[in-house]
């Protein structure tokens, strides 16, 4: 065991019952889990910025009381993050998952941002607060990402053209509307499911559209009929469909970004879908 770890744990009278065991999904930070004489950890070794921030994002989800699950966290200190380890198991409950994030996204900020930055991923995620809702997802997510990915050739000049044109037209798409606390980063991996019901980790919180996490959470799964039955609690809006597609191309450049060409068809498509419409 590092000794940094140690030394952390001693300090919070844990007791270790062994050594850390890495944990599936460790990608972009080391993941462990401990079993301790206090009960199970899961531990987490990044930058001490990096890490900060998830802690501040899972306390910030906790206090909404949403009726999800989200892992305490027990402490964070420089490289490391501890938080509680969740119990796996039981049966998927989307209707439950839908009417927990239809609570969290109740909860609202005066702007959309966050007072700090974060990551989604590894990349570096700006969210300087802005009362418009348009112009924070323009300026701090769309066209920055799309300009990283110009700037790397991974877009042609006529697609990030393209997507400049979707960006101004913003305000004609979405509401002015209070922003609501996002979990940020909803992809099926960071939904589980528990014997307590759904549970949701990793977050890159900030306030902002709700549709951030419900797109999410169909651009790489299907949470189901049930979810949004429950989510809506009547029928979905009219103009989903092109909102779905809106807040699906941030990830998707995102993906782009990170990962290079495999990404590009559907950036690609995403904003033809949105040009035309």
Not at 239 to 250: P, S, V
Request: glycine share 10%; with cysteine; aromatic share 6%.
């Amino acid at each position: 065991m590092e000794q940094s770890l140690s030394t952390l744990l001693a300090s919070l009278e844990i007791v270790p019952l062994g050594e850390p065991q890495p944990l599936s999904g460790g990608d972009i930070a080391e993941v462990a889990r401990l079993e301790t004489r206090q009960g199970a950890l899961v531990v987490k070794r990044d930058e001490a910025a990096s890490l900060a921030a998830e802690a501040e994002g899972l306390r910030a989800l906790r206090r909404a009381n949403s009726g999800l699950i989200v892992p305490e966290v027990v402490a964070q200190q420089d490289e490391w993050l501890i938080m509680e380890a969740l119990p796996q198991g039981g049966k998927r409950d989307p209707a439950r998952l839908g009417e927990g994030l239809r609570t969290l996204h109740g909860v609202t900020g005066e702007h959309h941002g966050w007072p700090h930055d974060n990551h989604c991923g590894p990349t570096a995620q700006r969210n300087t607060p802005c009362r418009d809702g348009r112009a924070f997802q323009r300026d701090h997510r769309l066209v920055p990402l799309g300009e990283a990915c110009a700037e790397r050739g991974l877009l042609s000049s006529a697609t990030r053209d393209a997507l400049l044109d979707v960006a101004q037209r913003l305000e004609s798409w979405l509401p002015d509307r209070p922003a609501c606390l996002v979990h940020g980063d909803l992809w099926s991996g960071n939904v589980l499911t528990t014997p307590r019901g759904p549970a949701i980790i990793d977050p890159a919180v900030y306030y902002h559209y709700p549709e951030v996490d419900l797109a999410m959470l169909t651009l790489f799964g299907a949470p189901g009929e049930a979810f949004f039955e429950a989510y809506w609690d009547g029928d979905k809006p009219a103009d989903w469909t092109r909102r779905e597609t809106l807040f699906q191309l941030y990830p998707l450049l995102n993906h782009l970004l990170l990962f290079g060409g495999a990404y590009r068809t559907a950036v690609e498509r995403a904003i033809a879908r949105l040009a035309a419409d």
